[in-house]
């Protein structure tokens, strides 16, 4: 069941630049298979995220149900795409709770993401705005197969802790990890996004701190930094500042995410108890504009403002909640500081929105679960990796 869940998130990943709706549905058609198999296997026990992602889809539901949506067809799309998030976590959660597994699949995503990370940054410079220097898209500064650059800031968001921490952890592969935390860095810079570079150099930063206050200290954790920064400076010279510079400066970086916001304060001003109807934020959102920027406004720019103004205020604390869960087993795994950085990502970005890409920091969610739960076979407390 692991390499399966493997292939549909390298999947979901490869095909994300699509068009088209159907490699979308392949993903959830197979999450779900997978959490029926896992759900047949063993039932489920409660574990605190499963609250959230559970009443996401309830909730939802009883919008559809009392026509308590400005728009019943993307509320629709939303119900399913929380859904996935909730199958995503019960078959991580079943699989998670062996420690082995939880190693095995972070090396695979990590392995991956890298790979990724890589494609990206040598199309960057070579392939121009094609996908894999074969197909073409309307969009600009696209990352391998992830169009926005935003978007795969957070993609490399969840995945970078596990690559310094392993890179400081393990003696003989050490070197190979930090190849992998530089280039992974690296392809953050590349990507110019500014929430991104901000949150991964922290990731990086705070996992270092982690590590040393745990007891990796003295010569080992500088060597590893020393490797590190060396691979880091290495690769930033390649891919350059300039670009991720220029950006930095730029007079008004709140520019139109200020205005999406106080269009969606007002919005959740307006709807403040049962919302607008979940994914019915684009609908709703020209009653309440404060800009014309000439294009169709898919979304707030914020997951959490838009969480709060479609499902109203009791949504937005249930989801809150999770991410004041996350904090105590993400620091105390230090790999898992990931789900952190991506849902702090959220609060100007729409990470989440992607059934595809907001599935991977749930699978780190899943993966913290599964640590604080039971012992594992070899009579340990599943915190041990």
Not at 29 to 35: E, K, R, S, T
Not at 93 to 104: E, G, P, T, V, Y
Request: charged share 10%.
């Amino acid at each position: 069941m692991h390499v399966a869940l493997a292939a549909l998130f390298y999947f979901a990943i490869l095909t994300l630049w699509a068009p088209a709706y159907w490699p979308v549905t392949v993903f959830q058609a197979g999450v779900f298979i997978l959490a029926v198999l896992s759900v047949w296997q063993e039932r489920p026990r409660f574990t605190y995220p499963l609250f959230p992602f559970l009443f996401a889809v309830l909730w939802g539901l009883l919008q559809w149900g009392a026509r308590q949506t400005a728009y019943a067809f993307d509320t629709q799309g939303a119900i399913v795409r929380w859904a996935t998030f909730l199958a995503v976590f019960l078959v991580g959660f079943h699989l998670f709770q062996d420690a082995r597994m939880r190693s095995w699949f972070r090396a695979a995503m990590l392995v991956f993401a890298s790979i990724v990370a890589v494609l990206a940054i040598v199309q960057t410079f070579t392939g121009g705005d094609k996908v894999f220097w074969l197909f073409p898209t309307p969009y600009t500064g696209i990352m391998g197969p992830i169009l926005s650059h935003n978007h795969f800031a957070a993609f490399v968001e969840v995945v970078l802790p596990i690559a310094v921490y392993e890179a400081i952890r393990r003696e003989r592969a050490g070197l190979l990890y930090a190849s992998m935390a530089a280039v992974l860095y690296a392809s953050v810079i590349t990507s110019t996004s500014r929430a991104g570079l901000v949150l991964a150099t922290a990731e990086i930063l705070m996992t270092i701190a982690l590590m040393w206050r745990r007891g990796y200290a003295g010569g080992k954790i500088g060597i590893s930094f020393a490797k590190m920064t060396g691979l880091f400076f290495a690769f930033t010279l390649i891919v350059g500042w300039d670009r991720i510079w220029a950006r930095l400066i730029a007079p008004d970086p709140m520019f139109v995410r200020r205005e999406f916001a106080a269009s969606t304060l007002q919005m959740i001003a307006a709807h403040p108890w049962m919302g607008v109807g979940l994914g019915a934020w684009p609908t709703v959102y020209p009653q309440f504009a404060v800009i014309d920027i000439g294009l169709f406004a898919n979304q707030a720019h914020s997951d959490w403002l838009q969480w709060t103004a479609e499902g109203g205020l009791l949504f937005g604390v249930v989801m809150a909640s999770l991410f004041v869960w996350c904090l105590r087993p993400a620091f105390r795994s230090i790999w898992g500081l990931g789900a952190v950085a991506v849902l702090l990502h959220a609060c100007v970005d729409y990470p989440f929105s992607r059934p595809a890409l907001g599935a991977w920091p749930v699978l780190i969610i899943a993966m913290l679960a599964g640590r604080e739960g039971r012992k594992d076979s070899q009579g340990r407390r599943r915190g041990a990796g």
